[in-house]
């Protein structure tokens, strides 16, 4: 059900790719709630995503961008400005990649060039985007801005790596930028740290069927998946939350609080039981 929440309002969307992305979610609700908006994601994702079909579906612009560049980026603003006639009023920031995670490199042994692309094309995008709508005075007062993080920005997770560090780097720009930003021009804020979700890119990570087991087998609400992420985005991007800003909210089904669920607990201690702890120890 539509509640009209974006009627009139006008954005951008960082990072859509196929129908399996967050971003993708967010476009559709944003478009159902009366947002008009471009889509921007890099070259080699649009040649090979299905970011034109999400377009036609939406009644979008795609305009291509490597985030890590200025001049690309303040391409997609100006465009975008010119498009809608005007100032803008939400972004989303929904990008992130390691090649160390691609080429299976452990934390201690990651090579730091790509480290340092990891950092820029996930974390330092995100201020790149903001300096320049400064910058342009692009966003309207009491405007939006959102970028997706996750838990292991606070928290060490087995094989995220040096993802861990751009999450905890966006966040911190957030906030930095997120009080700079409100003072000057009212303009909000703030990161969604979402459940691990089924995407595209994130069944890629070694792993991640265990870790969806366990995080919603932990979280009294269960895993919020990429449909209810968008739903929560729509919220941030709508006047309902005018006054919300600098946050990391945490959007996992309470996982971010618990400590040992009962579900968790018994197929913990059911596990013990087939073991033979002599042998472990």
Not at 115 to 132: C, G, M, P
Not at 204 to 211: A, F, P, S
Not at 251 to 272: P, Q, V, W
């Amino acid at each position: 059900m539509a509640y009209n929440l974006l009627k009139g309002k006008k954005g951008i969307i960082f990072g859509a790719l196929d129908s399996k992305s967050i971003a993708w979610k967010v476009a559709e609700s944003a478009h159902e709630e009366g947002a008009i908006f471009t889509l921007s994601n890099t070259p080699t994702a649009i040649r090979f995503g299905q970011i034109d079909e999400l377009a036609r579906k939406t009644n979008s612009t795609v305009i291509p961008a490597d985030a890590t560049n200025l001049k690309d980026l303040q391409n997609v603003i100006e465009q975008s400005m010119e498009i809608f006639g005007g100032k803008i009023d939400f972004i989303l920031h929904s990008i992130g990649m390691s090649l160390n995670v691609r080429k299976k490199r452990v934390y201690n042994e990651i090579d730091y060039n790509y480290l340092n692309k990891t950092l820029d094309i996930s974390a330092i995008s995100f201020h790149k985007v903001l300096q320049l709508s400064y910058k342009l005075d692009a966003i309207n007062d009491w405007g939006s801005v959102v970028a997706l993080s996750y838990i292991a920005a606070q928290r060490t997770l087995y094989g995220y790596n040096d993802m861990a560090d751009a999450k905890s780097l966006l966040e911190s720009i957030a906030r930095s930028f997120g009080y700079i930003y409100g003072r000057e021009k009212k303009v909000r804020v703030n990161t969604i740290s979402q459940s691990p979700t089924r995407t595209t890119a994130g069944e890629g990570v070694k792993g991640v069927e265990g870790l969806l087991d366990f995080t919603n087998r932990m979280s009294p609400l269960g895993n919020a998946d990429a449909q209810e992420c968008a739903d929560y985005c729509i919220t941030l991007f709508s006047d309902l939350t005018k006054k919300v800003t600098m946050q990391n909210l945490f959007h996992d089904g309470g996982f971010s609080n618990m400590g040992m669920s009962l579900e968790a607990m018994r197929t913990y201690s059911k596990g013990l039981d087939d073991v033979d702890m002599d042998d472990v120890l």
